[in-house]
Antibody
Framework: EVQLVESGGGLVQPGGSLRLSCAASGFSLSSYSLKWVRQAPGKGLEWISYISSSSSTIYYADSVKGRFTISRDNAQNSLYLQMNSLRDEDTAVYYC???????????????WGQGTLVTVSS | DIQMTQSPSSLSASVGDRVTITCRASQRISNYLNWYQQKSGKAPRLLIYAASSLQSGVPSRFSGSGSGTDFTLTISSLQPEDIATYYCQQSYSTLRTFGQGTKLEIK
């Protein structure tokens, strides 16, 4: 069974840092691109970062570029998100998601974790 | 960035009704359009990929159509368990973007 489990969320002060982790199981992590998506309280979904299977290609949304860093360790079956210079508006549930393979799949987000809550507040 | 606009933002319908949600892209995206269902307090779930393909395990009352800039998600006969917020998402651009969501309620 494919599973993604996020951890590392919590309360942090503005300007602080936090590192999120996403542990994968039930599939070969090295074969899939991964991404982080967040959802502020009562708001919609916001894609924030993408990393290819080999880490050779990385993208960020403008809202987090220069502050967040995505990385992965295929040997450890894990995805990470290093978040620096956190702002109030970064408060959200953060989800990791797997991107389906191949053009015919629509490059959809076919599996999601349960999410981890990050609260930025003084 | 490609902007995705859903309509309506909210919708109230009766059990058994046919429900349609639309999604419009700010530029042509071929069929790189996916639909997700998110129930309260839960992670999103993939329903439809590549505009019209039904994800494994999703009930056949869900269907998707469209290409280019205009897309539709249809529920042929609304069930109580379909209460959720629905999102479209484009995968044409490297900067993936979601629509703002459509909240579906039972009348």
């Amino acid at each position: 069974e494919v599973q993604l489990v996020e951890s590392g969320g919590g309360l942090v002060q503005p300007g602080g840092s936090l590192r999120l982790s996403c542990a994968a199981s039930g599939f070969s992590l090295s074969s899939y691109s991964l991404k982080w998506v967040r959802q502020a309280p009562g708001k919609g979904l916001e894609w924030i970062s993408y990393i290819s299977s080999s880490s050779s290609t990385i993208y960020y949304a403008d809202s987090v570029k220069g502050r967040f860093t995505i990385s992965r360790d295929n040997a450890q079956n894990s995805l990470y998100l290093q978040m620096n210079s956190l702002r109030d508006e970064d408060t959200a549930v953060y989800y990791c998601a797997r991107e389906s393979q191949g053009k015919s799949s629509g490059y959809s987000f076919d599996y999601w974790g349960q999410g981890t809550l990050v609260t930025v507040s003084s | 960035d490609i902007q995705m606009t859903q309509s309506p933002s909210s919708l109230s319908a009766s059990v058994g009704d046919r429900v349609t949600i639309t999604c419009r892209a700010s530029q042509r995206i071929s069929n790189y359009l996916n639909w997700y269902q998110q129930k309260s307090g839960k992670a999103p779930r993939l329903l439809i990929y590549a505009a019209s393909s039904l994800q494994s395990g999703v009930p056949s009352r869900f269907s998707g159509s469209g290409s280019g800039t205009d897309f539709t998600l249809t529920i042929s006969s609304l069930q109580p368990e379909d209460i959720a917020t629905y999102y479209c998402q484009q995968s044409y651009s490297t900067l993936r973007t979601f629509g703002q969501g459509t909240k579906l309620e039972i009348k």
